[in-house]
Nanobody, 120 residues
């Protein structure tokens, strides 16, 4: 049973930073394609970032501001988010796939999400 648990969300002012973490159990992050997605109210879920073995991909909207990383010893994947703006407000989800996958998916496993709210 693979379980993903996100943490680190919260309320931050525009221009601020947050660091999200995704703790995985049941599968190692080093052997999985790991992704971050987000869904804002009234909008479809969208891709944010992926780390898959040595490859990293970012959505254009977050490139240069967000950094995805992996800690194999802790079996976690993190998303460092800097220069946040109100358009980044969304529920952020961690996702995992046991094989290579396109950055947009599919992903077999999903976390429950963590809320990020950026005030102007």
């Amino acid at each position: 049973q693979v379980r993903l648990v996100e943490s680190g969300g919260g309320l931050v002012q525009a221009g601020g930073s947050l660091r999200l973490s995704c703790a995985a159990s049941g599968r190692t992050v080093s052997s999985s394609a790991m992704g971050w997605f987000r869904q804002a109210p009234g909008k479809e879920r969208e891709f944010v970032a992926q780390i898959m073995w040595s490859s990293i991909y970012y959505a254009n909207s977050v490139k240069g501001r967000f950094t995805i990383s992996r800690d194999n010893a802790q079996n976690t994947v993190s998303l460092q988010m800097n220069s946040l703006n109100p358009e980044d407000t969304a529920v952020y989800y961690c996702a995992a796939h046991p094989r290579a996958t396109n950055y947009y998916g599919p992903y077999d496993y999903w976390g429950q999400g963590t809320q990020v709210t950026v005030s102007s």
